[in-house]
């Protein structure tokens, strides 16, 4: 099916131990985003990517890496999980847009992550 | 300074009324400007985009920007139950692609 998915769903790990989510979009957007949301803070941007092979920092990239070395795909690892990474999570993909303007983000179902 | 703020509410409204949601942002160089609902548990979904000052109005939703004031709103006339839901303001400010308020919760009161 069209549209962008992730994977786990859910995820329970514990402190120490390394995680991926995955992020997988149909679209062939050229932008790929991180969030994290909680309670307060609203979404929160870790890293996005522009095209393959291209990526930047969010706001709070720190304990987190990115990759991108396929258009659709754009997984998210924790490193080393802690108790603070634990959220929920959403991947977004978006057009280029043009004129300086940036085009609507469309958004992924979430993961949800508890680190122990 | 947040770069972009919202009041969290929650914001209640009897149903057939007309909500309110504002949003201010800090970045004066800010051209893009997004309201998305997000219902609890759910992803957020995009209502209006708005790139230019003025009203654009879609169905029951306006929104309007006054980049002089800095700020974004968005109207939702005849609200009905199905709107409670909270209410994310959004704006580009600088390379970070977009920035997202904390969200403004809407309670529509049947």
């Known amino acids: 099916d069209a549209g962008i998915t992730q994977s786990p769903r859910y995820k329970i790990t514990e402190t120490g131990r390394q995680v991926t989510l995955m992020c997988h979009q149909t679209w062939s957007h050229s932008y790929m985003f991180w969030y994290r949301q909680d309670l307060g803070h609203g979404l929160r941007l870790i890293y996005y990517s522009a095209a393959a092979d291209i990526t930047d920092k969010g706001e709070v990239p720190d304990g987190y890496v990115v990759s991108r070395s396929k258009t659709e795909n754009f997984p998210l690892t924790l490193e080393s999980a802690t108790r603070s990474q634990t959220s929920v999570y959403f991947c977004?993909?978006?057009?280029?847009?043009?004129?300086?303007?940036?085009?609507?983000?469309?958004f992924g179902p979430g993961t949800r992550l508890t680190v122990l | 300074q947040k770069e972009v703020e919202q009041n969290s509410g929650p914001l209640s409204v009897p149903e057939g009324a007309i909500a309110s949601l504002n949003c201010t942002y800090s970045d004066r160089g800010s051209q893009s400007f997004f309201w998305y609902r997000q219902y609890s548990g759910k992803s957020p979904e995009l209502i209006m985009f708005?790139?230019?000052?003025g009203d654009k109005e879609d169905g029951r939703f306006t929104a309007q920007l006054n980049k002089a004031s800095q700020y974004v709103s968005l109207l939702i006339r005849d609200s009905q139950p199905s709107d409670s839901a909270t209410y994310l303001c959004?704006?580009?400010?600088?390379?970070?692609?977009?920035?997202f308020g904390s969200g403004t919760r809407l309670q529509v009161q049947p």
């Open positions: 708005i790139y230019s000052n």
């Open positions: 977004a993909s978006s057009e280029s847009g043009t004129s300086g303007r940036w085009d609507e983000q469309f």
């Open positions: 959004a704006a580009d400010t600088g390379r970070r692609a977009l920035t």
